[in-house]
């Protein structure tokens, strides 16, 4: 039996290390002391874990539990060449032309037409509640764009957006007139600077109390940070990657192709019993059985790293 969280076991996920934020598992037994409590057999003994994740270890933490998590309601998040997405003013996207912040060849550049205009890509997905949090992000890497916008539309012109200058890192929130006249909430917002001139921003809340849709697009601008401009129908002025739209507040990116995913949260012990070392009440650690119990959380810490919580049952 592999032990964790040191290594993960298996061909899939070789090399990665996964360790506690602080060497340390908290105790949710209601009673006992520490030494009783470490030598206990009870099948219900929980704790609360929290590791500490690199952006790209999150797929081997979700290749080693098994998860079956699906959160990201979007379609082709990696394939913006697709006809998936809708755009205005783009000569052509270039698939699969730049290395993305994973390191895999699988990032698009977007080419814009020589119009006169704005120039962006988009999807719209419909079917959420009204007044539902919902989130979008995405990864950008400008290439003569100085400026990328992403927005949220709700119904008819209400929306908000984040514009980030990729030269600077100043970014700000944009809304409309009707944003305000339709109760929209923005619950959260940012940018994040990555390795290679990648930049993820992302936007949370809701753009009017009712709409029942999110419009995610992605616009450019020149390299002054203009907006209605013509490009050379040729160059390539910036590549996406990891488009991402989830309920609730930001997440980890989760990759989707063709087909639309379930909205399925919950992980159901799926690495099975795993041997972990508990250090309890400063005791000598010992390595016991656990499994998971629920579905984790994700906070984002600082940089491209992510803290990720989970109740385990330990015997």
């Given at each position: 039996?592999?032990?964790?969280?040191?290594s993960?076991?298996?061909?899939?996920?070789?090399g990665?290390?996964?360790?506690?934020l602080?060497?340390?598992l908290r105790?949710?037994?209601?009673s006992?002391l520490?030494r009783?409590?470490?030598?206990?057999?009870?099948?219900?003994?929980r704790?609360?874990?929290t590791w500490?994740?690199?952006?790209d270890?999150l797929a081997a933490w979700?290749?080693?539990v098994?998860?079956s998590?699906s959160y990201?309601?979007?379609q082709c998040?990696?394939d913006?060449?697709n006809a998936?997405?809708g755009s205005?003013r783009?000569q052509?996207?270039?698939?699969?032309?730049?290395?993305?912040?994973?390191?895999?060849l699988?990032a698009d550049?977007?080419?814009?037409?020589?119009?006169?205009?704005d120039?962006?890509i988009e999807r719209?997905?419909?079917g959420?509640?009204p007044?539902s949090e919902?989130t979008?992000?995405v990864n950008?890497?400008?290439?003569?764009?100085?400026?990328?916008q992403?927005y949220?539309?709700?119904?008819?012109?209400a929306?908000?957006s984040v514009?980030?200058?990729?030269e600077?890192g100043?970014a700000?929130?944009i809304?409309?007139?009707e944003?305000?006249?339709?109760?929209g909430?923005?619950?959260?917002?940012?940018v994040?600077a990555?390795?290679?001139?990648?930049w993820r921003m992302?936007?949370s809340?809701?753009?009017?109390?009712?709409?029942?849709n999110r419009?995610?697009?992605i616009?450019?601008?020149d390299a002054?940070?203009v907006?209605?401009?013509?490009?050379?129908?040729?160059?390539?002025?910036?590549?996406?990657w990891?488009?991402q739209?989830?309920?609730?507040?930001l997440?980890?990116y989760?990759p989707t192709r063709t087909?639309?995913?379930?909205?399925?949260?919950g992980?159901?012990?799926?690495?099975?019993w795993?041997?972990?070392?508990?250090?309890?009440g400063?005791t000598?650690?010992e390595t016991?059985?656990?499994?998971f119990?629920?579905?984790p959380?994700y906070?984002?810490?600082?940089?491209a790293?992510?803290?990720v919580?989970?109740?385990l049952e330990?015997r």
């Amino acid at each position: 039996m592999a032990a964790f969280p040191f290594s993960l076991p298996g061909p899939l996920v070789q090399g990665y290390s996964i360790s506690p934020l602080d060497g340390t598992l908290r105790s949710d037994m209601d009673s006992g002391l520490a030494r009783v409590r470490l030598r206990s057999t009870a099948r219900l003994d929980r704790v609360e874990a929290t590791w500490r994740l690199r952006t790209d270890e999150l797929a081997a933490w979700r290749a080693w539990v098994g998860s079956s998590e699906s959160y990201n309601l979007l379609q082709c998040s990696q394939d913006f060449a697709n006809a998936y997405w809708g755009s205005a003013r783009i000569q052509s996207r270039q698939p699969d032309a730049l290395a993305a912040p994973d390191g895999s060849l699988s990032a698009d550049g977007l080419v814009p037409n020589t119009e006169l205009g704005d120039h962006y890509i988009e999807r719209n997905v419909t079917g959420l509640p009204p007044m539902s949090e919902h989130t979008v992000s995405v990864n950008v890497r400008a290439a003569g764009s100085r400026d990328i916008q992403i927005y949220a539309f709700g119904t008819g012109n209400a929306l908000h957006s984040v514009k980030l200058n990729t030269e600077t890192g100043a970014a700000g929130l944009i809304a409309s007139a009707e944003y305000t006249s339709g109760a929209g909430v923005t619950t959260d917002w940012g940018v994040q600077a990555l390795v290679g001139g990648w930049w993820r921003m992302w936007l949370s809340g809701y753009p009017n109390a009712s709409a029942t849709n999110r419009r995610f697009r992605i616009r450019l601008t020149d390299a002054a940070g203009v907006g209605a401009f013509a490009g050379d129908g040729v160059t390539a002025t910036a590549y996406v990657w990891g488009a991402q739209l989830s309920a609730g507040p930001l997440r980890p990116y989760l990759p989707t192709r063709t087909t639309a995913p379930a909205s399925v949260d919950g992980l159901q012990g799926g690495a099975g019993w795993f041997e972990i070392t508990l250090h309890l009440g400063g005791t000598k650690p010992e390595t016991r059985l656990a499994r998971f119990v629920g579905a984790p959380s994700y906070r984002m810490h600082s940089q491209a790293f992510w803290d990720v919580s989970a109740a385990l049952e330990v015997r």
